[in-house]
């Protein structure tokens, strides 16, 4: 049952905590990296597949050997991970977390219920648990966030968004926090997929009041196995915070790994630059087959096109798994890891947009048709020519 929230002045005064029990639970969120199930769908072996359903670095940190005491012993918070993680993210006003989704589905439970509004489309698990707190939720265009402030307690943002990719500028962003503080409110601010681009990064003015950004290991360090996240706000609700999660909710050889990742500095600027290399290079390889992304960061691409499920199948069919929305329908594309894997990912496009041709498939929003893209111009099929002339081979 939502209770209505009073729009004066202190959010949460005087309300009851977001009822949590005797609700209908809401339908669980769909995510990208569900490997072997496609495997076993679409009858093709695990080893057989080029993932792009995720957003995360396929050449991610080189963990070394972890150490057998780093195993055997409890974690010890004063291991040097919370300095390695202030230092890197501009702040010492943070908490480890298993993974940023930690904080996704616990800070719901720390307001009283209240309006939340998020952005559509964006990474479900954050609507998904404020609205299984108890909470009223408004998803809404980014375009309509300006209108929807005046009811919202708590506007929760996906930055860059998973999966359009849009951005928000600072000053705008601090104007939200101000409006919302005022009123008790919240920005949650998700960086998970911020690490590419540093300097835009809220961190750095936690701890101000009202504001929460939540950061991730598993995307831009690749280490989604490990389920490292921080979340970084006031000392007073990160308190609260850690009591709900409790003791060692980081393992040992996570807390270890995720310390040595965010030291190595060389590996952090080289994997920016190579990101960001990479995406445009995938933004560019699929303009060349008519399908100009509408949005993306350095982790991935996103098209939108009324044909995302065809080009979905197609895809899959030959290997390859993406990750389709709905609504809009739309694909997001993370990047390939070798060029073996780049090679494959544009020859089956070729393969699956020749398939479809005939069938007629309408130009995305975007302007970019899921046409019979252009070869000639593609930077695949040069890459491929070279890569031929070089080892003498003459096959067509
Ligand atoms: C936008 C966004 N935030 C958070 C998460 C969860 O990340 P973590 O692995 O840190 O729990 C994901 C996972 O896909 C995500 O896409």
């Not at 993370?334 to 090679?343: H, I, N, R």
Request: charged content about 20%; overall charge positive.
């Amino acid at each position: 049952m939502f209770i209505p929230n009073d729009h004066g002045a202190h959010v949460g005064a005087g309300l009851k905590p977001a009822p949590t029990l005797h609700r209908e639970p809401s339908p669980r969120p769909l995510h990208g990296g569900r490997l072997r199930q496609a495997a076993a769908r679409y009858g093709i072996p695990l080893a057989g597949w080029i993932d792009l359903s995720t957003g995360i670095n396929p050449q991610g940190w080189p963990v070394p050997p972890v150490p057998p005491q780093i195993w055997q012993r409890l974690p010890e918070e004063e291991d040097g991970l919370r300095e390695a993680a202030a230092d890197y993210y501009g702040t010492p006003h943070l908490l480890p977390l298993a993974g940023s989704q930690a904080a996704i589905q616990a800070l719901p439970h720390l307001r009283p219920a209240c309006c939340a509004t998020l952005v559509t489309p964006s990474y479900a698990e954050h609507a998904h648990a404020w609205r299984a707190a108890g909470h009223r939720v408004r998803e809404v265009p980014a375009e309509g966030i300006e209108a929807a402030l005046p009811e919202t307690d708590v506007l929760v943002l996906i930055h860059p968004n998973n999966p359009t990719g849009a951005r928000f500028e600072r000053d705008r962003l601090l104007a939200w926090l101000e409006w919302l503080a005022g009123r008790g409110g919240w920005l949650l601010l998700d960086e998970a997929f911020l690490d590419a681009a540093p300097e835009s990064s809220m961190a750095p003015f936690c701890p101000r009041p009202g504001l929460i950004v939540l950061r991730s290991l598993g995307k831009f360090f690749g280490l989604a196995g490990a389920r490292v996240g921080f979340a970084c706000a006031e000392p007073g609700l990160l308190d609260r915070l850690d009591r709900m999660l409790g003791p060692w909710t980081l393992a040992g050889p996570a807390r270890w790994a995720a310390t040595g990742a965010l030291q190595d500095r060389a590996w952090q600027a080289e994997t920016r630059r190579r990101l960001t290399g990479d995406s445009e290079r995938l933004a560019h390889l699929l303009t060349c087959r008519g399908l100009a992304p509408s949005g993306g960061c350095a982790l991935f691409q996103w098209i939108e096109t009324p044909r995302a499920a065809d080009l979905h199948e197609g895809l899959a069919r030959r290997g390859i798994l993406t990750r389709l929305f709905t609504d809009p329908p739309s694909l997001r594309l993370g990047l390939p890891g070798s060029g073996a894997d780049w090679e494959r990912l544009d020859a089956a496009l070729k393969e699956v947009i020749y398939e479809h041709t005939r069938s007629t498939f309408a130009p995305s929003p975007s302007g970019g048709g899921l046409g019979r893209g252009n070869d000639q111009a593609c930077p695949e099929r040069s890459r491929r020519k070279r890569s031929r002339r070089g080892r003498g081979d003459l096959a067509p």
